[in-house]
């Protein structure tokens, strides 16, 4: 189990784009649309098979039926939302971490095209139902698709990864049911007790730090 993505979410796509860029000093890659969803996403590498999601709405879309994931259609400006750990046989740590009494949701089959016109297939537990409103993982299933992060992704280095929340023990115990550990290296998060529940990270850039929470 380790790291796969952190979700940066936003009302703006473009504009949020160009703010990182600026930040970060690299330019996040296009990765892709979500037919149904309403939304479409760019791309930085975080090393290894790792990465930062930056997602927003598509306006080539047509509004989806329902709300679009990671709370966008609700946020004022951009936000770092939920973070994704890959797992092999998603199926069996569903069926664990149930027993451990964490319940992560039914997986459920996902799709997207490149800008090269390659299909990318995926399972994945609902991010809406990451426990303690997003701060758990959701947990992602590859499969036998070429993992994102291997197709040239612009890289910035990820410092770490903070989980902010007034009870650590009641995240910590949801942590290592699902299969995360705390006293692990890198990138397994970091647990603060915290007034308000929320999530941080440092990346590393050409610029120097820059902080997404």
């Known amino acids: 189990m380790t790291l ?21 000093g690299v330019r996040p890659a296009v990765g892709g649309r979500h037919p149904g969803f309403g939304t479409r996403n760019h791309l930085v590498g975080l090393g290894g098979r790792s990465y930062l999601e930056i997602i927003g709405p598509d306006p080539e879309q047509e509004a989806p039926p329902g709300p679009r994931p990671f ?14 750990v890959a797992v092999e046989d998603i199926d069996a740590v569903v069926a664990r971490s149930r027993v451990q009494g964490y319940d992560p949701g039914d997986p459920q089959d996902m799709s997207r095209r490149t800008p090269t016109g390659d299909l990318l297939c995926w399972r994945l537990t609902p991010p809406d139902q990451a426990g303690h ?40 115990k949801d942590l290592a049911a699902v299969g995360v550990g705390l006293d692990r290296a890198e990138p397994y998060p970091g647990l603060a007790r915290t007034p308000r529940p929320g999530l941080s990270a440092v990346l590393s850039g050409r610029h120097g730090n820059v902080t997404l929470t």
């Open 4 to 24: 796969d993505h952190l979700v940066y979410a936003t009302p703006d796509l473009e504009a949020t784009v160009t703010d990182l860029e600026r930040r970060l």
């Open 133 to 172: 409103g997003g701060l758990l993982p959701f947990l992602i299933d590859w499969g036998t698709t070429r993992h994102p992060a291997e197709s040239g992704l612009p890289l910035v280095e990820l410092v770490s990864l903070t989980i902010g929340h007034p009870d650590r023990d009641a995240v910590r």
């Open 71 to 84: 709370r966008i259609d609700e946020l004022e400006g951009a936000a770092l939302v939920g973070w994704a």
